[in-house]
């Protein structure tokens, strides 16, 4: 009986401690990223972002397709395709690359890295 208690009480220890874990790393996946900018910037799709603090993140664990959104997240800006690009060296905090563009226009965003990953995102245009 001593056994058979001990064996449940260790199998449902089990079981809460794994739901506690996913549930711990399970933002991680979408890689959500706060950022904010201090001028207007373009992003693909003729889309501008303002000044402001804005979320980027995956819409899901496969496709490289990614979404920016408001601080709140109530509002999308933009639903991207991405061409994931290996890393060699990742950066240890989020990281945005820029497009060169003629004298006078907007910053346009080119790619997205997240801390530790070793691909980073691409937008296409």
């Known amino acids: 009986m001593t056994r058979n208690l001990s064996f449940l009480t260790t199998a449902f220890s089990l079981i809460v401690l794994g739901f506690f874990c996913s549930n711990l790393m399970a933002s991680d996946w ?7 900018i201090n001028q207007p910037v ?4 003729h889309v501008v972002l303002s000044a402001g603090t804005y979320v980027i993140k995956r819409l899901d664990a496969v ?3 990614v979404r920016i959104l408001d ?16 890393v060699m060296n990742p950066p240890d905090k989020p990281m945005f690359t820029f497009q060169e563009m003629p004298e006078g226009a907007l910053p346009a965003l080119k790619s997205w890295y997240y801390p530790g990953s070793d691909t980073a995102y691409e937008f296409v245009n």
């Open 71 to 86: 601080k709140t997240e109530t509002k999308v800006y933009a639903t991207l395709f991405t061409i994931p690009d290996i």
């Open 42 to 45: 373009s992003i693909p799709g």
């Open 30 to 36: 979408d890689k959500k990223t706060e950022f904010t």
């Open 63 to 65: 496709n490289s397709v």
